[in-house]
Each structure stands twice: as structure tokens, then as C-alpha cells.
């Protein structure tokens, strides 16, 4: 369909922002064009991850906003803190047993170290998923994975706080769409 300058009448291209012979600016048909903010045109890269991806516990991929963020944080949290709570419970327990009977014995000594080996492999999976956590926020104020964990890192965890009042990106950026737009 042929459009026209509505100043002059010259007959534009369907992608002619202004006309070429007055220089005025031409309706744009909002439905053909690009979602910009702040004249960035989104990229559908290796690192631009999809609803989905986004919203997944398992990758670091993605983009979350501050609540997504602070709920999910606070979940680690408390898995963290009655996971320990069990463990050191439970290591407690059979030590006092030990006591009581005047020795631990083998027994005892093997399931306490089953236990200690359970808990590092489980608070090591909790804290991969802290890390994706505050990689994908860090990728809602447009740090790269890399940049947020060193910073964390450097911050002694004070960096995940900070986390929870930063605002991020309004609109999409080059690690996904805005996570506002996720209903779920």
C-alpha cells in the first residue's frame, strides 16, 4: 500500500520516517515497527532468554523483577535455615547418644559424616541456585552474570540486598523481556 506525505503529496516508502522532499515527519505505523526504549532495539541473541527460561529456578538466564527476586530469595533462605536446623539437629542428637553410652562408636561416626556430606552437596545446590537468582537480577539492571556474581562476591552477599531495592530496565534489554510483562 502506497503512502503519501500528507504536507506535500510525495509518494514515500512503506519505512520513510520523513518525507524526502519537505522534510516533515511521517506517520508511523506503530504495528510495523519495533518495540524501542531508549533506542534499543531488541536482540534475540545467545543471551536473550524467553518467558519460560526467564521464570525457571534451574538457569541463570533470563531477567527477575524485584519481587520474583525477594520471594524467591527469602524461599533459599528458609530452606537454608531449616535444612541446617535438621542436619545439626540430627548431628546433635546422635553425638549426645554417643555421650550417654561413654562412645560414639562406628556407627555414629558414619552416619554423622553421611550427614555432613549430605548437607554439603544440598547447601551447595542451594547456593548455585542464589547465584542464578542474583545473576538474573543482575540481568534486570543490565550487569552481565559475570559483573553481578563478582560484585556479590566483593560484597561480602551485601550486593543481594542491595538487589531488592534496585529498579530494573523498563522494557526489554539484551537478557530478555521486561519481567513485569510475565503474568506467572
Known amino acids: 500500500m502506497a503512502k ?3 504536507k506535500c503529496g510525495e509518494m514515500l ?20 515497527q519495533p518495540q524501542t526504549v531508549m533506542n534499543y532495539v531488541p536482540t534475540f541473541g545467545a543471551d536473550y532468554a524467553r518467558r519460560d527460561e526467564a521464570l525457571s529456578w534451574f538457569t541463570y538466564r533470563g531477567r527477575l523483577n524485584r519481587q520474583r527476586y525477594i520471594l524467591r530469595s527469602l524461599m533459599l533462605t528458609f530452606l537454608c535455615i ?7 539437629g540430627g548431628i546433635a542428637l546422635i553425638m549426645g547418644e554417643g555421650e ?5 562408636g562406628s556407627s555414629g561416626t558414619g ?21 542464578f537468582l542474583i545473576i538474573k537480577r543482575g ?27 534496585i529498579k530494573g530496565n523498563v522494557g526489554p534489554n539484551p537478557y530478555g523481556d521486561d519481567p513485569l510483562t510475565y503474568q506467572n
Do not use: P
Open 100 to 104: 550417654m553410652k561413654g562412645h560414639l
Open 4 to 6: 503519501y506525505c500528507e
Open 13 to 32: 516508502a512503506d519505512n520513510d520516517v520523513f518525507c524526502n522532499r519537505c522534510g516533515q515527519q511521517v506517520a508511523v505505523n506503530m504495528i510495523m
Open 82 to 88: 531449616v535444612f541446617g536446623i535438621i542436619l545439626f
Open 111 to 131: 552416619v554423622i559424616i553421611i550427614m555432613v556430606l549430605l548437607g554439603i552437596i544440598i547447601e551447595l545446590a542451594l547456593t548455585v541456585l542464589n547465584y
Open 139 to 165: 540481568h534486570d539492571i543490565n550487569l552481565s552474570g559475570w559483573v553481578s556474581v563478582l560484585i556479590h562476591m566483593v560484597s561480602g552477599g551485601l550486593f543481594a540486598i542491595i538487589l531488592y531495592f
